[in-house]
């Protein structure tokens, strides 16, 4: 399983790539491994504003539909409209090609509460 060391990672799944006050995020090669083939990914709160931990979109699978959570607080300013045609760069590449959102961070600082890849290992096991 793929976990990048410089990215920083939630419970709930999702990756975090820092830029100065821009954050890129999508998830993590064990979610869309446990997922299975994504067959569609919505992400309909671009230009708005949300709290960390609120639900910027959902992913759909053939077996299940999953929230996605904002893992810092921010304005969504851009999505991944690669997905749109081809939502299985999930699959294929969870941190390059299928990064899914970029937000503006409004709480730079929420950052420091994610977890490091070694914690993110253990907690997948």
Same mark, same amino acid.
């Given at each position: 399983?793929?976990?990048?060391?410089?990215?920083?990672?939630?419970?709930?799944?999702? /990756?975090?790539?820092?830029? %100065?006050?821009?954050?890129?995020? %999508?998830? +993590?090669?064990?979610?869309?491994?446990?997922?299975?083939?994504?067959?569609?990914?919505?992400?309909?709160?671009? =230009?708005?504003?949300? =709290?960390?931990?609120?639900?910027?979109?959902?992913?759909?699978?053939?077996?299940?539909?999953?929230?996605?959570?904002?893992?810092?607080?921010?304005?969504?300013?851009?999505?991944?409209?690669?997905?749109?045609?081809?939502?299985?760069?999930?699959?294929?590449?969870?941190?390059?090609? %299928? /990064?899914?959102?970029?937000? +503006?961070?409004?709480?730079? +600082?929420?950052?420091? =509460?994610?977890?490091?890849? =070694?914690?993110?290992?253990?907690?997948?096991?």
């Amino acid at each position: 399983m793929n976990i990048p060391a410089e990215l920083k990672y939630t419970k709930d799944h999702e /990756w975090i790539k820092i830029d %100065g006050n821009t954050a890129t995020i %999508g998830i +993590t090669d064990f979610a869309q491994s446990e997922l299975g083939d994504i067959v569609y990914v919505e992400v309909e709160t671009l =230009d708005e504003t949300l =709290d960390r931990e609120e639900v910027f979109g959902t992913v759909e699978a053939v077996k299940t539909v999953s929230d996605l959570f904002l893992p810092v607080s921010g304005t969504i300013v851009e999505f991944n409209e690669k997905l749109e045609d081809e939502p299985e760069l999930v699959n294929a590449d969870p941190y390059g090609e %299928g /990064w899914m959102i970029k937000v +503006t961070m409004s709480v730079e +600082t929420e950052v420091e =509460d994610l977890m490091t890849a =070694d914690a993110y290992k253990e907690l997948v096991g």
